[in-house]
């Protein structure tokens, strides 16, 4: 008791393929309801989303106040490297950064600040390598 199940369900499956076969680029639930290429419910959907995220299969990104969550394929296995989200401030693209620095940030944050980092909402804003 108190374990819970992880079930593999071809639309889960299905899910994770669809961000698998597009490295890099972020969808929204509404975009991923509104694919042809997915033949799942609405339910479903943001069930998977919220699986997937948990399980560290993609990251979530909101990019501002009363936007609707992104989320996109995380190529490296959860719990290898920390994370955050670079932002360009001048086209708009994003990407994960994994960075065992971030770690250090947490913990001085944690321990020097009593102040816990949210992983999940956490955006460095600049330049990216195109537009410097």
């Known amino acids: 008791m108190g374990r819970e199940k992880t079930y593999r369900t071809r639309q889960r499956e299905d899910i994770l393929r669809f961000f698998e076969s597009r490295p890099g680029q972020m969808f929204s639930a509404g975009d ?3 694919s042809r290429e997915l033949k799942v419910g609405k ?3 943001y069930r998977s989303l919220s699986r997937l995220t ?3 299969r993609l990251s979530r990104f909101i990019p501002g106040p009363g936007s609707a969550a992104l989320y996109q394929y995380n190529r490296e ?5 920390h994370r955050c989200r670079l932002a360009c401030v001048k086209c708009g693209g994003t990407e ?3 960075c065992s620095f971030m770690g250090e940030i947490e913990r ?3 321990g020097d600040h009593g102040f ?3 992983k999940e909402k956490t955006v460095i804003y600049g330049l990216c390598k195109s537009c410097k």
Request: aromatic residues 4%.
């Open 108 to 110: 001085h944050m944690k």
């Open 43 to 45: 339910a479903t959907v």
């Open 32 to 34: 991923l309801i509104a």
């Open 96 to 98: 994960d950064m994994y």
């Open 54 to 56: 948990q399980e560290g």
């Open 116 to 118: 816990l980092v949210d």
């Open 77 to 81: 296995k959860p719990g290898d490297a």
